[in-house]
């Protein structure tokens, strides 16, 4: 996995910046009813996204929590006193204070089954009966734009998917959270190049291709060989499902 804390000094740039927080953003708030006051974003990373949030709803507290220390401090600045260091598995809120909770690219992180249906659980525990929790559900299914990059990798080994948008929606029945609607949008300037992709692989973005495996090698020398090394291939869809307690 990613070490973020090293992570967050390019982790805007190397993820589409504004043009992708903004795509995100809207699509989000398109799920999250207009009398919503209080909105939480589970794992705000930088904040680049959660601040838009706040400007496009006047009167809406949004609180951020991120659990790693580099991310958390890039988004202070974007939501001054509203950011805070913590787990998702654990939040640090009483039953019911939130009319919106938000989890935006972190599911798919979580290490198992049992970190998803845990932090499910959570997001549905610290919403008010009414609420409406929005998530984003299979992440790596996203990247896969039928591109001649994707046909290289089509091979790797693979991690089994944490977070299928059926799985999720098990987990949610489970803790009283019932399906009201479904978004995409399109990861703007996330689109890899075949130079990006080796580049990425250096760097241990492929969890099953650690840095300096023989296998991870012998992918790279195949993607160095694709045409139009620096030409973007389409940038991927992700996927938003909302879900109401009670």
């Not at 959570?122 to 929790?133: D, T």
């Not at 959270?177 to 973005?205: E, I, K, M, N, Y």
Request: one cysteine or more; charged letters at 25%; proline letters at 9%.
């Amino acid at each position: 996995m990613l070490d973020y804390d090293k992570e967050a000094v390019e982790y805007d740039a190397l993820r589409g910046g504004e043009p992708r927080a903004e795509a995100a953003a809207e699509a989000v708030l398109g799920l999250v009813p207009e009398d919503t006051r209080t909105l939480l974003d589970v794992a705000c990373g930088t904040g680049i996204v959660t601040r838009r949030y706040v400007a496009a709803r006047e009167g809406m507290r949004v609180t951020g929590i991120d659990r790693t220390y580099a991310m958390a401090s890039r988004a202070v600045p974007r939501l001054p006193g509203a950011v805070l260091l913590a787990e998702a598995r654990q939040l640090p809120f009483p039953n019911g204070e939130f009319d919106a909770v938000t989890s935006v690219w972190l599911l798919h992180l979580l290490g198992g089954p049992e970190g998803v249906r845990t932090v499910v659980g959570e997001c549905a525990r610290v919403l008010r009966p009414g609420g409406v929790y929005v998530t984003t559900v299979d992440k790596a299914a996203a990247h896969n734009v039928g591109s001649d990059i994707d046909a290289v990798l089509a091979p790797r080994p693979r991690l089994p998917a944490l977070d299928t948008a059926a799985a999720v929606e098990a987990y949610a029945e489970e803790h009283g959270l019932r399906p009201v609607g479904q978004a995409r949008f399109p990861g703007r300037g996330q689109g890899r190049s075949p130079r990006r992709t080796v580049a990425d692989l250096r760097r241990g973005w492929f969890m099953t291709l650690p840095p300096g495996d023989p296998l991870a090698d012998d992918f790279a020398v195949r993607l160095a060989a694709l045409p139009d090394q620096d030409r973007p291939r389409p940038d991927p869809e992700f996927t938003l499902r909302a879900f109401r307690k009670g």
